[in-house]
């Protein structure tokens, strides 16, 4: 009733539904995503969690994000450090320098004093990884 009467209350309640729409086909696709990338679900539990999504999509979000929500996080974090690794390991190849050859080089640097014993150690640590 009061909306009728402002039309800029209309145009931010349609605006306020439209992006709550849109978050939540955003968590929909998060949740999808998190389901298929977990290890620790065999695949009849990933097929009953997508059915459950398809049915009730509403609660199954809420019910999965309350249920599974605290271990979204960490999968993704290990989903992108496996990807960083896969790059630099592609970049290493690439460029055609290996672990020994920096280990030959850093080593070449601190034999001639253009690196200290702990800026030696610390290239050392950070190459062998």
Do not use: C
């Not at 271990?71 to 970049?91: C, I, L, N, S």
């Not at 290493?92 to 800026?119: C, P």
């Amino acid at each position: 009733m009061i909306a009728e009467n402002y039309p800029i209350l209309n145009l931010f309640w349609s605006m306020l539904i439209f992006f709550g729409f849109v978050i939540w086909i955003w968590l929909l696709i998060t949740v999808f995503i998190d389901i298929f990338r977990s290890h620790d679900m065999g695949g009849w539990a990933k097929a009953l969690w997508v059915v459950f999504l398809i049915v009730l999509p509403f609660l199954g979000v809420v019910i999965y994000l309350i249920a599974r929500g605290h271990g979204m996080a960490e999968r993704g974090a290990k989903q992108a450090q496996q990807q960083q690794q896969a790059f630099d390991d592609y970049v290493r190849e690439t460029a055609g320098t290996s672990e020994a050859d920096q280990l030959a080089k850093l080593a070449e640097l601190h034999d001639s004093g253009k690196l200290s014993d702990e800026d030696f150690a610390t290239a050392k640590a950070k190459v062998l990884g």
